[in-house]
């Protein structure tokens, strides 16, 4: 009971109930929600805020680290295990497919130089690659940085993900006419096909 009244005060971003409850059961902030971690879900509940507090509790792992754009963090992980730099989480994604979608260019540039798979597909339904986490990040800053630093290191422009879509999709649908530039020219395909028969500029809307 506490911990899916812990997780709801976290994607609630209730910071005053899920401190009570941390200090009533310490043990949470090792407890998972499918896998995630307490610090890893309040990123993908949009709640960076509480998500570094929580990272204050905890020795940060190789994805939460990614999420937060913490070099040292991941530096220490890899040091001790580099085999890490690439390894999927319990949700089927990379590191560098975290720090792509958080907006997080410290550690993505960091992850590529440590050799990370820059066209790792991710292991689950959405099938997306780091580009296209990159372009679906919210913050338009950070995502030019994240997505023109993986272009730079070799990804895939015309890559699919679920049900057919490229980046020059998402940067279309994001109505981003830099990263859109940013895309076609690195060779995006304007005439790249959806599953359903869509072209990028159908996005655009």
């Known amino acids: 009971m506490d911990k899916a009244a812990f997780f709801a005060a976290i994607g609630q971003g209730n910071e005053l ?4 409850l941390l200090k009533q ?10 896998g995630i971690s307490p610090v890893l879900y309040a990123c993908y509940q949009g ?3 509480l998500a570094r507090e929580l990272a204050a509790k905890v020795d940060l792992d190789i994805w939460e680290a990614a999420a937060l754009d ?14 890490l730099v690439s390894l999927l989480a319990r949700d089927g994604f990379s590191p560098l497919h975290l720090a792509a979608f958080f907006g997080a260019p410290a550690a993505l540039k960091w992850l590529l130089g440590a050799g990370a798979e820059v066209n790792q597909s991710a292991a689950n339904d959405a099938k997306v ?14 995502r030019l940085d994240c997505t023109q630093a993986l272009l730079e290191a ?10 057919g879509f490229t980046a020059l999709h998402s940067a279309y649908h994001q109505k981003d006419q830099e990263l859109i530039a940013l895309l076609l020219a690195f060779g995006a395909d304007t005439q790249a096909c959806s599953d359903d028969g869509r072209l990028p500029k159908d996005l655009f809307q």
């Open 154 to 163: 070799g990804a895939e422009v015309n890559a699919r993900q679920a049900g």
């Open 129 to 142: 690659q780091p580009l296209h986490s990159a372009v679906a990040n919210s913050d338009r800053e950070s």
């Open 70 to 83: 913490d070099v040292h963090a991941i530096q220490r992980v890899l040091a001790e295990n580099g085999a």
């Open 17 to 20: 109930k899920v401190f009570e």
């Open 47 to 49: 709640q960076p805020a």
């Open 25 to 34: 059961s310490p043990g949470l902030i090792a407890s998972r929600l499918e």
